[in-house]
């Protein structure tokens, strides 16, 4: 199985910062690496698909980043509305497999 | 527009069987695969495993394989979810997604509202 290792697993941000969250994966996978953000009590909602693209009607402030076994998700100017837990989830091979995630709490 | 219901919350005790569902609208059924995703109180995201609802091809996570089974019926647009034994340490939430291209392994871009399985004598 490829293991996903998400880190940090929680930041402490304030409004308009830049935040950075790395996805390793325990092998190469391309770019067949999404993004997810999920709020307490809701399902979790695609950002980011193949690395680097941008899911419709997502905000441009969303990027993500990277190949083979590095990734990157980096909001450029953090909102109220970003205020939630992020993971990654390689889509190279089956098990498909989660990153642990990582909680953007308020600083 | 593509929607999942799931089927509500269930409150089971230990040995007990249980199916729950996923209704799928909005999109051809049988085009796109189906993953069940865990999530324990307070954890993150499990896949558990994902059925191709046109020839019911499956596939599990190691982790689940054997301790739950997933199903469809293409004439009710419906995904299942199923235990033959429930364990305690089953309680969560689950989710039922569509995956987001035809016929190979992509990320999920639907996802159900979530069911909430609780097992406890």
């Known amino acids: 199985d490829t293991q996903m290792t998400q880190s940090p697993s929680s930041v402490s941000a304030s409004l308009g910062d830049r935040v950075t969250i790395t996805c390793r994966a325990s092998?190469?996978?391309?770019?067949?690496l999404g993004w997810y953000q999920q709020k307490p009590g809701k399902a979790p909602k695609l950002l980011i698909y193949?690395?680097?693209s941008l899911q419709s009607g997502v905000p441009s402030r969303f990027s993500g980043s990277g190949s083979g076994t590095h990734f990157t998700l980096t909001i450029s100017s953090l909102q109220a509305d970003d205020f939630a837990t992020y993971y990654c989830?390689?889509?190279?091979?089956?098990?498909?497999?989660f990153g642990g995630g990582t909680k953007v709490e308020m600083k | 527009e593509v929607q999942l219901v799931q089927s509500g919350a269930e409150v089971k005790k230990p040995g007990e069987s249980l199916r729950i569902s996923c209704q799928a609208s909005?999109?051809?059924?049988?085009?796109?695969?189906i993953s069940w995703v865990r999530q324990m109180p307070g954890k993150g995201l499990e896949w558990m495993g994902r059925?191709?609802?046109?020839?019911?091809?499956?596939n599990y996570s190691p982790s689940f394989q054997g301790h739950v089974t997933i199903s469809v019926d293409k004439s009710l647009n419906t995904a299942y979810l199923q235990w033959s034994r429930l364990k305690p340490s089953d309680t969560a939430m689950y989710y039922c997604?569509?995956?987001?291209?035809?016929?190979?392994?992509?990320?999920?871009?639907?996802w159900g509202q979530g069911t909430l399985v609780a097992v406890s004598s």
């Open positions: 997604a569509r995956h987001m291209v035809r016929g190979v392994i992509s990320p999920a871009t639907a």
């Open positions: 909005g999109y051809t059924f049988t085009h796109y695969w």
């Open positions: 059925i191709d609802p046109d020839d019911s091809e499956t």
């Open positions: 092998e190469g996978i391309g770019n067949w």
């Open positions: 193949a690395a680097s």
């Open positions: 989830q390689q889509a190279n091979s089956f098990p498909l497999t």
